[in-house]
């Protein structure tokens, strides 16, 4: 099972307490790190997060630069864990736009976590799905322009080989924290058949048991892919 997080309210967490919102992204951090040993002990296979959106790099610098050192104090402090826990450390988005630092660490935690099986933890940092959607688009018209790729071949099983998500199954459960409903540009072309999950608790408050509600909840949907109740049923009993 994949399930995606768009990760909301660590600002408004730390404002209605009174504090900055530097403080409400170091306890997103925490937050993090349960949900990861919680995903991983609940079996599931991938792990998508919204980390850093397109949008983000219009913040404050201090800001940015804070969310930055963050990710890169989490990618040192959990990598032992990763690996005792097998899960391997995957990006998505336009990851030649972060820091020079930021993208090396990166790319080494990406390496060394590369053979474990257990689960998939995808960061999705400098994303955007409108950007990652016209990136595809643009990556699939040189090869229609340059020969190889025949444009009646170009349908939606071979565009979907441009994205960044290329290698990953779909998500099937999307969860919003903080209790916006929109999916803010992220994975448009993936979630077309997610099932949304809203919550309205913050993210810096989400644990285990608000992971495990979730999968309960999705657990008890019937998922019809356009079709009708009873053509999923009379499938399930071929």
Known sequence: MHVAIIMDGNGRWAVRRGLPRVLGHREGVN???RVVRAASDAGLKRLTLFAFSQ???????????????????????????????????????RL????????????????????????????A????GRQEIADA?????????????PLDQLDEITF??????????????????????RVSNFLLWQIAYAELYVTDTLWP???????QAALDDFAARERRFGLTSEQVRAGRKR
């Not at 983000?56 to 800001?63: A, D, F, L």
């Open 96 to 123: 030649h736009e972060l820091q020079a630092g930021v993208r090396a660490l990166l790319d080494e935690t990406i390496m060394k976590t590369e053979a474990n099986d257990a689960m998939t933890l995808t960061f």
């Open 160 to 181: 979907a080989r441009y994205l960044c998500t290329r290698e990953d199954p779909d998500p099937d459960l999307l969860i919003r924290t903080g209790g916006e409903e």
């Open 31 to 33: 937050a993090v790190r």
């Open 137 to 149: 688009a643009r990556a699939a018209a040189k090869d229609v322009l340059e020969g190889r790729l």
């Open 125 to 128: 940092l400098s994303y955007g």
């Open 205 to 211: 408050d989400f644990g285990k048991e608000h992971l």
């Open 55 to 93: 949008e983000n790099w219009s913040r404050p610098p201090v800001e940015v630069n804070e969310l930055m050192a963050l990710l890169q104090h989490y990618l040192r402090a959990e990598l032992n864990e990763m690996m005792k826990n097998r899960i391997r450390i995957k990006a998505i988005g």
